[in-house]
T-cell receptor, first 119, second 112 residues
Framework: GAVVSQHPSWVICKSGTSVKIECRSLDFQATTMFWYRQFPKQSLMLMAT?????????EQGVEKDKFLINHASLTLSTLTVTSAHPEDSSFYIC???????????????FGDGTRLSIL | GQNIDQPTEMTATEGAIVQINCTYQ??????LFWYQQHAGEAPTFLSY????GLEEKGRFSSFLSRSKGYSYLLLKELQMKDSASYLCAAPVAGAGSYQLTFGKGTKLSVIP
């Protein structure tokens, strides 16, 4: 079954609206979560690393005031796209990494993604 | 830094075999991953190679040559449902966990 739950799976809203996307780790704690964005026919691009109890780390070119990340608990990270515009329309995916000490051959568990369409 | 290259698109016939190549340049090696991603869905894990050689898993196999910075994903007995993007990814060890850098993906189209 799913180990990372992402919600909502699909959002359609008007330009200027703020949209919140939730990413939950199920049955395990995730002190770190990753947020990716994928435009059509392009690869996954890391936007930011969400850190529980501290500020998120943003990749170059990603506006931290535009994409607000909150990681208030060990099982929940949220991404809020503030004042969304049509160019923010994309597929957003979160993931929770596996601890290296767990010696797993899967580095991350992915959520199912959120398709955001701004009209 | 990380640099991962793979072909943009490939087309193959149902029932055939296809090989998707990936070359990588990484600062520190922590293995190489292959993911499958259908349109509009999140990636799903296919394989992980950390040692040289071929890892076989059913119809899918993955090969790694660390000295050449090269990997390939081999898909046998292609089925229509194998039409998807295949992403090569290299992990970077961070603070106790892995961050992944993805290639741009190879879109595979399987035709009858």
């Amino acid at each position: 079954g799913a180990v990372v739950s992402q919600h909502p799976s699909w959002v359609i809203c008007k330009s200027g609206t703020s949209v919140k996307i939730e990413c939950r780790s199920l049955d395990f704690q995730a002190t770190t979560m990753f947020w990716y964005r994928q435009f059509p026919k392009q690869s996954l691009m890391l936007m930011a690393t969400s850190n529980e109890g501290s500020k998120a780390t943003y990749e170059q070119g990603v506006e931290k005031d535009k994409f607000l990340i909150n990681h208030a608990s060990l099982t929940l990270s949220t991404l809020t796209v503030t004042s969304a515009h049509p160019e923010d329309s994309s597929f957003y995916i979160c993931s929770a990494p596996i601890r290296i000490s767990e010696n797993s051959n899967q580095p991350q568990h992915f959520g199912d993604g959120t398709r955001l369409s701004i009209l | 830094g990380q640099n991962i290259d793979q072909p943009t698109e490939m087309t193959a016939t149902e029932g055939a075999i296809v090989q998707i190549n990936c070359t990588y340049q990484t600062s520190g090696f922590n293995g190489l991953f292959w993911y499958q991603q259908h349109a509009g869905e999140a990636p799903t894990f296919l394989s992980y190679n950390v040692l040289d050689g071929l890892e076989e898993k059913g119809r899918f196999s993955s090969f790694l040559s660390r000295s050449k910075g090269y990997s390939y994903l081999l898909l046998k007995e292609l089925q229509m449902k194998d039409s998807a993007s295949y992403l090569c990814a290299a992990p970077v060890a961070g603070a106790g966990s892995y961050q992944l850098t993805f290639g741009k993906g190879t879109k595979l189209s399987v035709i009858p």
